[in-house]
């Protein structure tokens, strides 16, 4: 009887009393790991912030960015009150005016738009190239050597001096094909893109050499499974988190190239509004009107650093190796 009672007692306590409850989201983990990173939030909800700014901004504030008034030149920010109240300032122009009477505010909704659409859009490209790339060249042995010496080769060449010559030969066709802001915007996006794509073919390579080892890869193609189903079952799901992480980066980088490149002059016409050309045209008259350069300045840096924390943070919650840390 002692020992039947006691075998009761030790079935009794394994059983579960309660319901189990449902095995937790691996993305309900992800979620957890980046609300810890603060930077990240931050990143996050700014760059949520300025992209739906930017569109829809124009709906809130549609004053004309391209509209002149002689008359109302070189306003002050409303904020220039605080300290000196002889300025030229008021709600109707918050921002301010330039010197030919343009609203600021509405300068730098448009101008926003512009490098936000360039630095999406040439990250998507520079993804879809260098994520191909580097599943090919990981994934088939024979390919990898010529795609990779292919890769170094564009890695080597000088960057900068390369967009402004792709700018100079390729500016006056596209323009007289699709006008000078649609063509320069063609431009500028495939320019980037094509010279933005190694660091992203070179992560996804490691990456795809590493995990085609695995033996669920292996057991795919001891059942028979083509190549083309194991990149896009097995392969290219394993391979999210670099390629978010290197999203983010692209972006930023996007985003300071067509910056820069306005800025020197060689981006779009010059009554079209970028936060580069802002910049530019605010140089000759910094000492006057600082912060002519502080607006559209502050604004790449802290989409540039929002973005940067955002990539921090993605990094940090999808890898395993540091998640819960």
Same mark, same amino acid.
Do not use: C
């Given at each position: 009887?002692?020992?039947?009672?006691?075998?009761?007692?030790?079935?009794?306590?394994?059983?579960?009393?309660?319901?189990?409850?449902?095995?937790?989201?691996?993305?309900?983990?992800?979620?957890?790991?980046?609300?810890?990173?603060?930077?990240?939030?931050?990143?996050?909800?700014?760059?949520?912030?300025?992209?739906?700014?930017?569109?829809?901004?124009?709906?809130?504030?549609?004053?004309?960015?391209?509209?002149?008034?002689?008359?109302?030149?070189?306003?002050?920010?409303?904020?220039?009150?605080?300290?000196?109240?002889?300025?030229?300032?008021?709600?109707?122009?918050?921002?301010?005016?330039?010197?030919?009477?343009?609203?600021?505010?509405?300068?730098?909704?448009?101008?926003?738009?512009?490098?936000?659409?360039?630095?999406?859009?040439?990250?998507?490209?520079?993804?879809?190239?260098?994520?191909?790339?580097?599943?090919?060249?990981?994934?088939?042995?024979?390919?990898?050597?010529?795609?990779?010496?292919?890769?170094?080769?564009?890695?080597?060449?000088?960057?900068?001096?390369?967009?402004?010559?792709?700018?100079?030969?390729?500016?006056?066709?596209?323009?007289?094909?699709?006008?000078?802001?649609?063509?320069? @915007? *063609? %431009?500028?996006?495939?320019? =980037? &893109?094509? #010279?933005?794509?190694?660091?992203?073919? /070179?992560?996804?390579?490691?990456?795809?050499?590493?995990?085609?080892?695995?033996? @669920? *890869? %292996?057991?795919?193609?001891? =059942? &028979?499974? #083509?190549?083309?189903?194991?990149?896009? /079952?097995?392969?290219?799901?394993?391979?999210?988190?670099?390629?978010?992480?290197?999203?983010? %980066?692209?972006?930023?980088?996007?985003?300071? #190239?067509?910056?820069?490149?306005?800025?020197?002059?060689v981006g779009f016409p010059s009554d079209y509004p970028t936060w580069g050309k802002l910049?530019?045209?605010?140089?000759?008259?910094?000492?006057?009107?600082?912060?002519?350069?502080?607006?559209?300045?502050?604004?790449?840096?802290?989409?540039?650093?929002?973005?940067?924390?955002?990539g921090d943070g993605l990094r940090d919650a999808l890898d395993p190796r540091i998640r819960?840390?």
């Amino acid at each position: 009887m002692t020992d039947q009672a006691s075998e009761i007692e030790t079935f009794s306590a394994l059983t579960d009393k309660e319901p189990q409850k449902p095995p937790r989201s691996q993305w309900r983990d992800v979620w957890d790991q980046f609300r810890k990173h603060k930077g990240a939030v931050f990143g996050g909800g700014f760059l949520i912030f300025i992209t739906l700014g930017v569109i829809f901004g124009p709906w809130l504030w549609d004053v004309d960015p391209k509209g002149l008034d002689i008359r109302n030149k070189n306003w002050r920010p409303i904020y220039t009150l605080l300290w000196d109240s002889s300025v030229t300032a008021g709600w109707a122009h918050p921002f301010g005016t330039d010197q030919l009477g343009r609203d600021i505010l509405a300068q730098m909704i448009a101008g926003g738009r512009v490098s936000m659409a360039v630095g999406w859009l040439a990250m998507g490209l520079a993804l879809v190239i260098g994520t191909a790339i580097g599943v090919i060249a990981g994934y088939f042995k024979r390919l990898d050597f010529w795609l990779m010496r292919f890769t170094d080769l564009v890695l080597s060449l000088p960057i900068l001096p390369l967009v402004l010559l792709a700018v100079t030969l390729f500016r006056q066709p596209l323009n007289s094909r699709f006008g000078p802001e649609g063509g320069m @915007f *063609i %431009l500028i996006v495939a320019v =980037i &893109g094509l #010279t933005s794509w190694m660091q992203t073919a /070179r992560i996804v390579r490691g990456d795809i050499l590493a995990l085609k080892e695995r033996e @669920f *890869i %292996l057991a795919a193609r001891s =059942i &028979g499974t #083509t190549p083309g189903k194991i990149i896009r /079952r097995h392969l290219l799901p394993n391979v999210i988190s670099p390629i978010m992480v290197s999203a983010t %980066l692209g972006l930023a980088t996007a985003i300071i #190239t067509e910056s820069a490149l306005s800025f020197l002059g060689v981006g779009f016409p010059s009554d079209y509004p970028t936060w580069g050309k802002l910049l530019a045209d605010a140089v000759q008259r910094m000492q006057d009107f600082p912060e002519r350069v502080l607006l559209p300045g502050i604004a790449i840096s802290l989409t540039v650093l929002s973005v940067n924390y955002l990539g921090d943070g993605l990094r940090d919650a999808l890898d395993p190796r540091i998640r819960g840390r």
